[in-house]
């Protein structure tokens, strides 16, 4: 997890955009991935990129990969009090690269956002 | 419900005792992975079965854990002579066969606490 980076917080109003930024490592990385979790539940996967991919739009949730960067973005339009949660990013990095079957998945710590009314 | 699902959801446990747990897949996903969350962390790899070969395991994984998938579908952890530093939540995930984009469902946890 220590390899792959998100900021830790986040707070906005509802009804606001919410932009959610991750920084991965592996540059060969196949793909990515972005989880919700909610208090003491499990994840939920919400999203994921291939990539050969820029973007990548599912009705609220869009998803942008800069990949020259290492960067993916997660953008919640309308942001409600229900998506306050724990949102994590991850990676399956190249299979090999670091001794490792395709299928492992490398996480961040989790960005909390929090909405408010 | 045809999601992942785990058994127990929470276990209490005095230091020193034995300790196992379930998980049952998506029907039909021939991968099943387990990770160990602890507090303010992101899931860590811990295990990964295709069908009931287990191919990978994390060096997170001492002696006293072992994992099987007998039949390549439920699964079991079991943990020897628990420590307090193994609280923690243990998640399951399955994901269908080689060749897709390897989305990974994860099951709702166990929330092992070691007194």
């Known amino acids: 997890g220590e390899d792959v980076e998100q900021s830790l917080f986040l707070s906005v109003r509802e009804g606001d955009s919410s932009v959610i930024n991750c920084t991965y490592t592996?540059?060969?990385?196949?793909?990515l991935y972005w989880y919700k979790q909610e208090p003491g539940a499990g994840l939920q996967l919400l999203t994921y990129i291939f990539s050969n991919m820029d973007m990548k739009q599912d009705q609220r949730l869009t998803v942008l990969l800069n990949k020259k960067d290492k960067h993916l973005s997660l953008r919640i339009a309308d942001t409600q009090t229900g998506d306050s949660a724990i949102y994590f990013c991850?990676?399956?990095?190249?299979?090999?690269?670091?001794?490792?079957?395709?299928?492992?998945?490398?996480f961040g710590r989790g960005t909390q956002l929090t909405v408010w009314p | 419900d045809t999601g992942v699902s785990q058994n127990p959801r929470h276990k209490i446990t005095k230091r020193g005792q034995n300790v196992t747990f379930r998980c049952d897949p998506i029907s039909e996903h021939n991968r099943l992975y387990w990770y160990r969350q602890t507090l303010g962390q992101g899931p860590e790899f811990l295990t990964y079965f295709q069908n009931e070969a287990q191919l990978e395991k994390s060096r997170l994984l001492s002696d006293r854990f072992s994992a099987e998938r007998p039949k390549g579908s439920f699964s079991t952890l079991e943990i020897q002579r628990t420590e307090q530093g193994d609280s923690a939540m243990y998640l399951c995930?399955?994901?269908?066969?080689?060749?897709?984009?390897?989305?990974?469902?994860f099951g709702p946890g166990t929330r092992l606490t070691v007194l």
């Open positions: 995930a399955s994901s269908p066969r080689a060749g897709s984009s390897n989305e990974q469902f």
């Open positions: 592996d540059s060969s990385s196949t793909y």
């Open positions: 991850a990676e399956i990095p190249y299979p090999n690269d670091r001794g490792s079957t395709l299928g492992r998945l490398y």
